[in-house]
């Protein structure tokens, strides 16, 4: 029951966008500097910090969901680990959404749940198929994360700080999750994976 309670409340946090992030922001090592920005710019960073703060609200939905699917201990606390991190990543975009004067998607409930899904059936496919589908999300995350920092503005040093270190993360989990044992996903998985986060990316944009 404990166990529950702990997870319905990370859902609702990552939900209403009030998780509280375990580690210093990164960005905090910098002076705000969204004054530098043009209106189109700053909205333009507040779209991308948009899309970003709704991927790490998948990415709890996913490890929440594939935690409690796990089959193995060492699994579900691998999963528990990484899911600790991301949420410093959630509580670090909706501070830098805050700043930019902007909100997270309205959409959140809806992302969450169907992540929740999909990280449950990946969690019940085995632990080997799961921790694959961290690795292949993770791949999929780093690659996103870095195109979003060709698309900042040269003067926004407090977001492309924090997506940096967001990569960092990503790019560890995923390593973390192959040496565990995680198996390649078949094309078809990884291209529906893809297809889904083009449609994510470009609603939360906006929405």
Not at 72 to 85: F, I, K, L, N
Not at 126 to 153: K, M, N, Y
């Amino acid at each position: 029951m404990d166990t529950l309670i702990r997870e319905f409340d990370v859902a609702l946090r990552a939900i209403a966008g009030a998780t509280r992030g375990g580690r210093d922001n990164p960005a905090d090592r910098l002076a705000p500097d969204a004054e530098q920005m043009s209106p189109e710019e700053r909205r333009h960073v507040a779209g991308l910090m948009r899309i970003n703060h709704v991927g790490e609200v998948c990415a709890q939905a996913l490890y929440q969901a594939q935690k409690l699917a796990a089959h193995s201990a060492p699994v579900r606390a691998q999963m528990d680990a990484a899911a600790r991190e991301e949420e410093d990543h959630l509580a670090w975009c909706a501070e830098r959404l805050r700043e930019l004067g902007s909100r997270p998607s309205l959409l959140n409930p809806l992302w969450y749940a169907g992540a929740f899904a999909i990280g449950f059936v990946a969690g019940r496919a085995g632990d080997r198929v799961s921790l694959g589908f961290v690795a292949e999300t993770e791949r999929q995350v780093e690659h996103h994360l870095t195109g979003h920092l060709e698309r900042l503005p040269a003067t926004d040093g407090r977001s492309r700080a924090i997506l940096e270190q967001m990569r960092d993360d990503e790019v560890r989990h995923g390593d973390a999750a192959r040496d565990a044992g995680g198996v390649p996903l078949p094309g078809p998985v990884r291209a529906l994976m893809r297809a889904a986060s083009r449609v994510m990316t470009t609603t939360a944009y906006r929405i």
